[in-house]
């Protein structure tokens, strides 16, 4: 018989699976199910929360994102994905995600590629491109969203 940490990685992995075909509903159940198995799943809340930002349910993504934030605190793809689902309805609280990923992981580019253009968002363009610019350093990739847009640094607020 298989023990519940098995049980919990099969059902994680089944959710991956169908995040990775778009059905978000299943995934959210089977990451469900990996939690219900075992309660310090961290990559399962995680992976849930990114899967109920698919679904429109930001307070669920918060939320689960900062449940895998009480398991490990010092998970910089945690502080990341919350800010990235903060984002959206509390820019302050997105930035002070970015600002504590940026701790943990130093050289993840596209953490201060997303707070670059947090701050691009909010008319604070000189920290943007320091953002950009450091983005850069890390990602040849970061460095390109400054080429792709005519003006990359007037986005649009609509």
């Not at 947090?118 to 970061?142: H, M, T, W």
């Amino acid at each position: 018989m298989e023990n519940l940490e098995e049980k919990a990685k099969q059902a994680y992995d089944a959710g991956m699976e169908n995040l990775n075909r778009k059905e978000f509903k299943h995934a959210v159940v089977d990451f469900s199910k990996a939690i219900e198995l075992d309660i310090t799943f961290e990559d399962a809340y995680l992976a849930r929360g990114h899967t109920k930002c698919q679904l429109g349910d930001l307070n669920g993504a918060i939320s689960d994102a900062t449940q895998s934030l009480e398991l490990n605190p010092a998970n910089a793809d945690a502080y990341l994905a919350r800010g990235c689902f903060y984002e959206i309805i509390d820019p302050v609280k997105a930035e002070q995600d970015f600002d504590e990923a940026i701790k943990l992981d130093p050289t993840n580019g596209l953490t201060y590629r997303l707070r670059g253009i947090l701050r691009a968002r909010q008319d604070r363009l000189i920290g943007a491109l320091v953002d950009l610019n450091e983005a850069a350093k890390y990602d040849s990739e970061n460095g390109l969203i400054i080429l792709r847009e005519p003006n990359p640094l007037k986005i649009s607020r609509n």
